[in-house]
């Protein structure tokens, strides 16, 4: 593993493995033209799009692996994930049976999860303090 002398001192610098397993958080929101967009906020400039929910997430990871990858190679500062740690992330959540039904078949319909496709849909509500 190769170290970085900084301030007369040696640390040990994080394998691109270490970084490639980080837990980024993603944004999605639905294109204008059609399709979604989905972007990680904590690396500058890392987009892609896609037609489907699907299609966007599987090309939002491939574009996260390349950017840190570059950044790696290139010696790159690789920005932390950003966190709160005042929230877990989790949620129960009671609704009827019928809107279950609803969402879960509309989560099929776009070949996602339905915890994909219900972060999906209140990403893109207008949620405000």
């Not at 950044?71 to 949620?91: F, Q, R, V």
Request: glycine share 4%.
């Amino acid at each position: 593993m190769k170290t970085l002398k900084v301030q007369n001192k040696q640390i040990e610098k994080l394998s691109l493995e270490h970084y490639l397993n980080l837990q980024y958080p993603v944004t999605l929101y639905p294109d204008a033209e059609g399709g979604y967009v989905a972007q990680v906020k904590d690396l500058p400039g890392c987009l892609t799009q896609g037609e489907t929910l699907e299609e966007t997430i599987t090309n939002i990871n491939e574009a996260r692996e390349l950017w840190i990858e570059t950044a790696y190679e290139t010696g790159d500062e690789i920005p932390l994930p950003s966190t709160d740690d005042n929230y877990s992330g989790k949620l129960l959540l009671r609704m009827p049976k019928s809107l279950h039904r609803r969402l879960a078949e509309a989560a099929e319909k776009e070949n996602v999860s339905l915890n994909q496709y219900l972060v999906f849909l209140l990403s893109t509500s207008k949620i405000t303090p």
